[in-house]
């Protein structure tokens, strides 16, 4: 049995009771934390906490010092797509002379150069350049991530970028949950056969997936160019029929129903909403559905961000992720995306903090395990630096405040 008790903590943050799933509209504005704390951690869970005044005997235990340091429940990234060939960096050129993430699409880059770039790789050299991504956002402070397949493509490559996930899975001390997204964008060879695709997914890669339990979510990018909402849903439809829980790529240049198709399919989340009509604001407002926002998305691509205050004074919760991919977003650092979201979309750092855990949490189904500090949740957690306030990690963007990280129970730096 391992024991560690961290005392002297300048601020425990984000300290909540285990009937909290989630919070919403006002109750965002509200960050819980002690100040003057200690916490202990037995095995992988956490223990117990309090005030400084009644701090447990130390005796036989581990014991960390956090004299002027903070501890966080670790950030919950709950959309990524980290499984990746190689980086695009040509894309990157292109965009700083002037074409537009659609046009680079349109002339075969984008999710289809990945796709090209993914076809030869082995699951060998996939799974170390991923879990080498896995290690650099541990350093900013996540332990948990959802990561997604859609640059396969085809019934063997998508089963390969999902076998990686799976043993990330099982070899890393991340949590980590898999989202099918063979429906990211149509394959070349389909252009003009996109029933021939959706029949791919539909009858070759789904019975696949559950035969060797590859996925825990279903996602499709539903988007002009990408999927349709009808298309969107026969995929969905086929997806839940093997205990898959849906997720949408939607609203990111329009909007097309794809918001409306996550709330009738009671889907866990729907990302990206960087363009969202009043209606879907109505329309998602009546839901259980969460808004998960990417800036750092809408940063490197220049694009609008999401509503973020206008979804948060309709009374409804949102979720921060990073998107870390190699064509929107080659970030997978959580602590730029709360910068970002307090920046440019005007959230307060309580609301990003409670975007980024709690809310992230529940956008990955993981809510009752982790996301905040809580008896009998996970002892996954990170310890700052020295820092006057929480509020710094947003404030001093680019910087990485994160000192050490523990998963598990276990100290992993
Ligand atoms: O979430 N929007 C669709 N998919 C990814 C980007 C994929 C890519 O360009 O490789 C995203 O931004
Ligand atoms: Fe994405």
Known sequence: ??????????????????????????????????????????NDTIIDFGEMNNCPDDNEIEVIDATGKMVFPAWCDSHTHIVFAKSREEEFVDRINGLTYQEIAAKGGGILNSAKKLENA??????????????????????????KSGYGLTVEAELKMLRVIKRLKQTCDIT????????????VKYKDNRRGYIDLIINEMLPRIKEEGLADFIDVFCETNYYTPEEASEIIDAGKKIGLIPKFHTNQFTSIGGIQLGVANKALSVDHLEVMTDEDINDIAS??????????????????????????????????????NPGSTPSGNMNFVLSLACINMKLTPEEAINAATINAAYA???????????????????????IPSYAFIPYYFGHNQIESLILNGKIMK
């Open 287 to 324: 839901s259980d559905v969460m808004p998960t926002l990417l800036p750092s998305c809408s940063f490197f691509l220049n694009i609008p961000y999401a509503p973020a205050k206008k979804l948060i004074n309709r009374g409804l919760p949102v979720c921060l992720a990073t998107d870390f």
């Open 176 to 187: 980590v949950k898999a989202n099918f997204l063979g429906a990211h964008a149509i394959p």
């Open 1 to 42: 049995m391992s024991k560690i008790l961290i005392k002297n903590i300048k601020e425990l943050v984000q300290v909540l009771s285990a009937d909290v799933k989630l919070l919403k509209g006002t109750e965002m504005s509200n960050l819980s934390t002690i100040t003057g704390a200690w916490l202990l951690l037995e």
């Open 364 to 386: 990955m189904g993981i809510e009752s395990t982790h996301g905040s500090i809580t008896k009998g949740k996970k002892a996954n957690i990170f310890l700052t630096k020295e």
């Open 122 to 147: 082995s699951e060998e050299e996939l799974y170390t350049g991923a879990l080498k991504r896995v290690n650099e956002i541990q350093l900013t402070g996540t332990g948990a991530v959802e990561i």
